[in-house]
């Protein structure tokens, strides 16, 4: 970890442009004052990893960007603080935003978006080519949340897979179907798979992202409904499970957390600079669209208000919050 102390600040007044909030933010408030041990000393802790801005300074090791460059990032757990002015990033982890979004709409993008790809790409191993997804389908739940309306556009719009959301209200059901989603099933409903083999007459799918707390019943309900030499992803996999129900049907199971990457502090970031790099050229081309719906101007005030509707589990799409004026980055490899 590199010490804020290292760096040689100027005096600026606002540097980041905009920032998106996600359910990290308002868990890590909540445990504050646990495991303190793995952070800096932060009084008081500033949270917030999402954000976009310009790049204002760099580091001697810097090589992806330059002073000027307007980027985004969701930047790496054990450096929190893009609620703020000002904020430290490795650049391997920041990329280009994209040139057609605004800073609201480019802040919403970096943590659902390398979460999504990582789960459907890195962890499912699912092709980037759409001719090798042909017939394949994945069911995807909570569609209407900040990384399933991500992975519903990357699976459906990149990848050519048949999707499957769950929504339980009006506007989210409506809000996965435009997002691409060739199916929507409830959620609340007590079966899951009942609903895609009786309301879509599909036997089994070939994946399953699972964006919410996993419990031991959707772990054995989720084995029943994928194919054999398939795979199911959880972004919180919080449940005690029983593994050995993977077995009999060679099932691939595993987690993904954006913040991996990051902690690594090595060349295997770069691959979140990448993958960035790639979703703005898809969002650029009109293939992805932001999932920014709520934009707050960044006061204090608002940014309870922004974390009480992300935490309610209501929100449709991602929240954002934007800062007024000339705002700026520092771009530093820690």
């Known amino acids: 970890m590199v010490s804020m102390k290292t760096f040689a600040v100027k005096e600026y007044k606002n540097f980041v442009k905009a920032v998106a909030t996600n359910p990290i933010d308002y868990k890590r408030l909540a445990n504050l004052g646990k495991h303190d041990e793995d952070f800096e000393a932060q009084e008081p802790l500033t949270v917030g990893w999402d954000a976009s801005g310009v790049v204002e300074q760099v580091g001697d090791e810097t090589s992806l960007f330059q002073v000027g460059d307007e980027v985004m990032f969701a930047g790496d757990f054990f450096r929190a603080g893009a609620f ?51 017939g394949k389908t994945i069911l995807i739940t909570g569609g209407a949340g900040g990384v399933a309306s991500s992975a519903v556009q990357i699976a459906k719009k990149v990848l050519g897979l048949t999707v499957i959301a769950t929504g339980s209200r009006v506007e989210t059901v409506k809000y996965v179907k435009e997002l691409g989603a060739d199916h929507v099933i409830n959620h609340r409903f007590p079966s899951m798979s009942a609903q895609v083999r009786s ?98 101007k960044l006061t204090l005030d608002n940014l309870r208000k922004a974390l009480e509707l992300q935490a309610s589990g209501k929100a449709v799409g991602k929240i954002t919050l934007a800062f007024e004026g000339v705002q700026a980055w520092s771009c530093r490899r820690s």
């Open 84 to 134: 703020a002015e000002y904020v430290l990033v490795d650049d391997r982890i920041v990329a280009k935003k994209p040139s057609k979004s605004s800073w609201s709409e480019a802040a919403a993008i970096p943590l659902t978006s390398l979460t999504a790809w990582e789960a459907l790409v890195d962890q499912l191993k699912i092709p980037e080519d759409p001719e090798k997804n042909k």
């Open 199 to 296: 309301e879509l007459d599909i036997e089994n799918v070939d994946y399953i992202m699972h964006s919410v707390d996993l419990t031991p019943e959707l772990f054995t309900e989720f084995v029943d409904l994928v194919k054999p030499f398939g795979g199911i992803v959880s972004v919180w996999p919080s449940a005690t499970v029983d593994l050995m129900q993977l077995f009999w049907k060679s099932i691939n199971f595993s987690a993904v957390l954006m913040f991996t990457r990051p902690t690594l502090k090595n060349d295997a970031a770069q691959r979140q600079h990448d993958i960035l790099e790639r979703v703005a050229e898809l969002t650029d081309a009109g293939v992805l669209v932001s999932r920014e719906k709520t934009t707050f």
